[in-house]
């Protein structure tokens, strides 16, 4: 096992030189001041238009705070809808910096570059990981720019059994691809900081041998392709300190998988293309699928500790958008390669499962609140964080507009005042009723919401070669309707779901960390009942509330509590498989993945269905990890050999020691573990025993020869001796 090696070769080339240029502080001033302007703009008028019909119906304490919430909730609309307008124009009639225009990058050679590509993972689906990360490195194998990188494995997992099973598919992983020296595998210690600070231990260990490194998720995939631009890039201008590019969501199987994928390989451009008319060089970085120059990086963007207790102090959770700002700081550029291809991921494929992404994701951005005051940070990066806290404040101020609404009518019925309707102070409403004054904004904030997506199917019709990609114009038009649909009804439950997550986090309540949850397996009826039964009746009583307030009252609120009353249904069928599939064969929500899947998915496709199909899809037995690991020589050798690798870095040494490993503690333990079997142990326990070189080599021969050994031994012995004879 001499051979298995976790320690990363040496680069030849020097640190890179730190080189910095002071940013197009004007440009940027400009294109923020008409940006934000033409938003600012479009929400005075409709606030005016509904502060006048307030004013008609009698003003009040109520009303003030009804038309505070009013305008605060268009203008998050009319910036969605800015983005929406400028990256079509910029789309139609071209812009001065897309990435697929700087020709002059072509030609850089990369010779003598060495450019690491990690891989963060956190007990996740072992085989999407190393399946992910073959096409990735399948496809650069073809660009013949294989030997300028190096694929690492970081891992952060707690549950020894998905450890074990990491170590298992990274070493067959290697033997396949004959990629000794080329793809690595290392499991941290502790997962403090958790993901950023996975990161950072890597680079701490090895990152000054790579003059730039890729993060990318657990689910990512990359075309080989795209990595070589990405690295010609960042040497061709030496002041970009990051490129971020805007990975397509694919692989979606269930309906709300599709639906989500649709939206985004649709829309996004558009919005993408926006955002970059004002970010320029001053961009943003979403943590995954992002190549960063690696000196400034470990120079500038260690994170600091948030003063204050959890959920708002200790470890910045949402480390990305810091990172780009500390990096902005320091006069360093941050890229949107939004029209670079070739850079994939995979999102959750039930509602439940994408509202405890939010549920992270919530957290992070609010704590971005402390960051904002910090020194130095540019305005730009500022305007970043504030987007993202917007995000999920918008949820809880929409609810508290309805509500102050519904305060308003009941108020005025309860008091039996009779509506005096008095002369419009705009004196083009004069002619209007109250009514028509209602619908008149309505149909405007309607078509400031839906401007976006016309605008998307327009950009479609003028490009044929995109308009194939989504299954034709028809198809694609039939798609945003019902997505439209769709999104009406799950509105109101991320409206209810991020105002239980900001009430919950200023109560003081954190999240966990958890493995993200990707695989369409479909929502139970009874999972669907216990996580939407409040929903469910929370549409059922404020529906009686509307209807006791106004029959009218009612229609006008039908789509809000559509959403509640019908969440059950809707989270269980939007998870199908089935629909997902009925949905791809009737020409719905195609994708250009879908209709012209690019080899990399291919070969993640054919390889993951190989392992669906001969995967054991019997239960494991608790532990199967831990006993895998004393009992299989073959995984026992591969185990004990990337912990004596550890052994050699001082670092993990003083850490291994400082944990009690080496010690007679362990030693005692491992009896213990034979005498009593693992339940016996704590989780702690268990992974310190697994953590002892010298133990899990002596446990491996004491198994194999020991008569007296816990009836939880002999059966795992037994089950792996007929594993063997089949």
Same mark, same amino acid.
């Given at each position: 096992m001499s051979g298995v090696s976790q320690?990363?070769?040496?680069?030849?080339?020097?640190?890179?030189?730190?080189?910095?240029?002071?940013?197009?502080?004007?440009?940027?001033?400009?294109?923020?001041?008409?940006?934000?302007?033409? @938003?600012?703009?479009?929400?005075?008028?409709?606030?005016?238009l509904f502060a006048d019909l307030l004013w008609r119906k009698g003003w009040s304490a109520s009303s003030t705070a009804l038309l505070v919430l009013f305008v605060i909730l268009f203008l998050f609309i009319a910036i969605g809808c800015m983005h929406g307008l400028y990256g079509f124009v910029l789309r139609m009639f071209g812009d001065d910096?897309?990435?697929?225009?700087?020709?002059? &990058? *072509?030609?850089?050679?990369?010779?003598?570059?060495?450019?690491?590509?990690?891989?963060?993972?956190?007990?996740?689906?072992?085989?999407?990981?190393?399946?992910?990360?073959?096409?990735?490195?399948?496809?650069?194998?073809?660009?013949?720019?294989?030997e300028r990188f190096d694929f690492f494995i970081l891992s952060d997992s707690t549950n020894p059994d998905k450890w074990i099973e990491e170590e298992r598919y990274w070493y067959d992983l290697v033997h396949e691809l004959d990629a000794l020296g080329r793809i690595y595998y290392r499991r941290r210690l502790n997962n403090e900081s958790r993901k950023s600070g996975n990161v950072r231990d890597f680079l701490n260990a090895w990152g000054r041998r790579y003059r730039y490194f890729l993060v990318c998720d657990a689910d990512s995939v990359m075309r080989g392709n795209t990595l070589v631009d990405l690295v010609k890039l960042m040497e061709t201008h030496p002041t970009v300190g990051l490129i971020q590019t805007v990975p397509a969501t694919v692989n979606? !199987?269930?309906?709300?998988?599709?639906?989500?994928?649709?939206?985004?390989?649709? &829309?996004?451009?558009?919005f993408i293309a926006g955002l970059n008319y004002w970010a320029l060089d001053l961009g943003n970085y979403w943590g995954h699928n992002a190549i960063i120059r690696t000196e400034p990086f470990m120079q500038f963007c260690d994170l600091p500790q948030l003063p204050g207790r959890k959920p708002f102090g200790g470890q910045i959770l949402?480390?990305?958008?810091? !990172?780009?700002?500390?990096?902005?700081?320091?006069?360093?550029?941050?890229?949107?390669?939004?029209?670079?291809?070739?850079? &994939?991921?995979?999102?959750?494929?039930?509602?439940?499962?994408?509202?405890?992404?939010?549920?992270?994701?919530?957290?992070?951005?609010?704590?971005h609140g402390l960051v904002l005051f910090a020194k130095g940070l540019r305005g730009v990066s500022r305007l970043h964080l504030i987007l993202g806290i917007c995000g999920y404040l918008a949820g809880p101020l929409w609810l508290a507009f309805l509500?102050?609404?519904?305060?308003?009518?009941?108020?005025?019925?309860?008091?039996?005042?009779?509506?005096?309707?008095v002369q419009a102070f705009t004196r083009y409403l004069s002619s209007f009723s109250g009514t028509a004054? @209602?619908?008149?904004?309505?149909?405007?904030?309607?078509v400031a919401i839906m401007l976006p997506k016309a605008l998307a199917l327009i950009d479609l019709s003028y490009d044929s070669e995109r308009r194939r990609a989504f299954g034709g114009l028809t198809r694609a038009t039939i798609g945003v309707f019902y997505e439209t649909i769709f999104s009406t009804l799950h509105a109101p439950l991320l409206m209810l779901w991020h105002t239980r997550f900001v009430v919950t986090n200023l109560l003081g309540v954190s999240?966990?960390?958890?493995?993200?949850?990707?695989? @369409?397996?479909?929502?139970?009826?009874?999972?669907?009942? *216990?996580?939407?039964?409040?929903?469910?009746?929370?549409?059922?009583?404020?529906?009686?509330?509307?209807?006791?307030?106004?029959?009218?009252?009612?229609?006008?609120f039908t789509p809000v509590l559509a959403g509640m009353v019908l969440s059950i249904p809707l989270s269980v069928f939007t998870s199908r498989r089935s629909l997902g599939a009925r949905a791809r064969k009737l020409g719905l929500f195609l994708t250009p993945e879908e209709i012209a899947p690019p080899p990399e998915l291919v070969t993640l496709r054919a390889n993951m269905k190989v392992h669906e199909m001969t995967e054991d899809t019997s239960p494991r037995r608790p532990?199967?990890?831990? @006993?895998?690991?004393?009992?299989?020589? &073959?995984?026992?050798?591969?185990?004990?050999?990337?912990?004596?690798?550890?052994?050699?870095?001082?670092?993990?040494?003083?850490?291994?020691?400082?944990?009690?490993?080496?010690?007679?503690?362990?030693?005692?333990?491992?009896?213990?573990?034979?005498?009593a079997g693992p339940d016996k142990l704590t989780p702690a326990e268990r992974l310190l025993i697994m953590a002892d070189e010298h133990t899990m080599v002596w446990l491996y021969h004491e198994a194999w020869l020991r008569q007296s050994l816990a009836p939880w031994w002999k059966a795992s012995i037994r089950g792996y001796s007929r594993l063997d004879e089949s």
């Amino acid at each position: 096992m001499s051979g298995v090696s976790q320690s990363a070769p040496a680069s030849s080339q020097p640190p890179p030189l730190r080189v910095v240029a002071a940013p197009r502080i004007e440009r940027h001033g400009w294109r923020l001041f008409i940006f934000y302007s033409c @938003a600012l703009l479009l929400t005075g008028l409709v606030s005016m238009l509904f502060a006048d019909l307030l004013w008609r119906k009698g003003w009040s304490a109520s009303s003030t705070a009804l038309l505070v919430l009013f305008v605060i909730l268009f203008l998050f609309i009319a910036i969605g809808c800015m983005h929406g307008l400028y990256g079509f124009v910029l789309r139609m009639f071209g812009d001065d910096r897309c990435i697929t225009r700087l020709k002059e &990058y *072509r030609g850089q050679s990369i010779a003598g570059i060495s450019t690491a590509i990690v891989f963060p993972v956190y007990n996740e689906d072992v085989v999407r990981v190393c399946e992910g990360l073959r096409a990735t490195y399948e496809s650069l194998e073809k660009t013949g720019q294989l030997e300028r990188f190096d694929f690492f494995i970081l891992s952060d997992s707690t549950n020894p059994d998905k450890w074990i099973e990491e170590e298992r598919y990274w070493y067959d992983l290697v033997h396949e691809l004959d990629a000794l020296g080329r793809i690595y595998y290392r499991r941290r210690l502790n997962n403090e900081s958790r993901k950023s600070g996975n990161v950072r231990d890597f680079l701490n260990a090895w990152g000054r041998r790579y003059r730039y490194f890729l993060v990318c998720d657990a689910d990512s995939v990359m075309r080989g392709n795209t990595l070589v631009d990405l690295v010609k890039l960042m040497e061709t201008h030496p002041t970009v300190g990051l490129i971020q590019t805007v990975p397509a969501t694919v692989n979606a !199987e269930s309906l709300f998988g599709r639906i989500q994928q649709f939206a985004n390989r649709l &829309y996004a451009p558009l919005f993408i293309a926006g955002l970059n008319y004002w970010a320029l060089d001053l961009g943003n970085y979403w943590g995954h699928n992002a190549i960063i120059r690696t000196e400034p990086f470990m120079q500038f963007c260690d994170l600091p500790q948030l003063p204050g207790r959890k959920p708002f102090g200790g470890q910045i959770l949402s480390h990305d958008f810091v !990172e780009a700002a500390l990096m902005l700081r320091e006069n360093w550029e941050v890229w949107f390669a939004y029209d670079l291809e070739g850079s &994939y991921e995979e999102a959750p494929q039930a509602l439940i499962e994408n509202a405890q992404r939010e549920r992270r994701w919530c957290q992070g951005n609010l704590q971005h609140g402390l960051v904002l005051f910090a020194k130095g940070l540019r305005g730009v990066s500022r305007l970043h964080l504030i987007l993202g806290i917007c995000g999920y404040l918008a949820g809880p101020l929409w609810l508290a507009f309805l509500l102050t609404f519904n305060w308003i009518c009941w108020f005025h019925k309860h008091t039996g005042l009779s509506d005096i309707t008095v002369q419009a102070f705009t004196r083009y409403l004069s002619s209007f009723s109250g009514t028509a004054h @209602a619908l008149l904004i309505f149909i405007i904030c309607m078509v400031a919401i839906m401007l976006p997506k016309a605008l998307a199917l327009i950009d479609l019709s003028y490009d044929s070669e995109r308009r194939r990609a989504f299954g034709g114009l028809t198809r694609a038009t039939i798609g945003v309707f019902y997505e439209t649909i769709f999104s009406t009804l799950h509105a109101p439950l991320l409206m209810l779901w991020h105002t239980r997550f900001v009430v919950t986090n200023l109560l003081g309540v954190s999240t966990g960390w958890w493995p993200q949850k990707r695989a @369409a397996d479909g929502t139970t009826w009874t999972y669907a009942i *216990r996580r939407h039964w409040g929903h469910t009746l929370i549409g059922l009583v404020w529906g009686g509330f509307m209807w006791w307030l106004g029959s009218s009252l009612f229609w006008w609120f039908t789509p809000v509590l559509a959403g509640m009353v019908l969440s059950i249904p809707l989270s269980v069928f939007t998870s199908r498989r089935s629909l997902g599939a009925r949905a791809r064969k009737l020409g719905l929500f195609l994708t250009p993945e879908e209709i012209a899947p690019p080899p990399e998915l291919v070969t993640l496709r054919a390889n993951m269905k190989v392992h669906e199909m001969t995967e054991d899809t019997s239960p494991r037995r608790p532990h199967a990890g831990l @006993a895998e690991a004393v009992l299989d020589p &073959y995984v026992n050798a591969i185990h004990v050999s990337l912990l004596r690798e550890k052994q050699l870095n001082p670092v993990y040494a003083e850490q291994l020691a400082g944990m009690g490993v080496g010690s007679p503690k362990v030693r005692a333990l491992g009896e213990k573990l034979l005498a009593a079997g693992p339940d016996k142990l704590t989780p702690a326990e268990r992974l310190l025993i697994m953590a002892d070189e010298h133990t899990m080599v002596w446990l491996y021969h004491e198994a194999w020869l020991r008569q007296s050994l816990a009836p939880w031994w002999k059966a795992s012995i037994r089950g792996y001796s007929r594993l063997d004879e089949s």
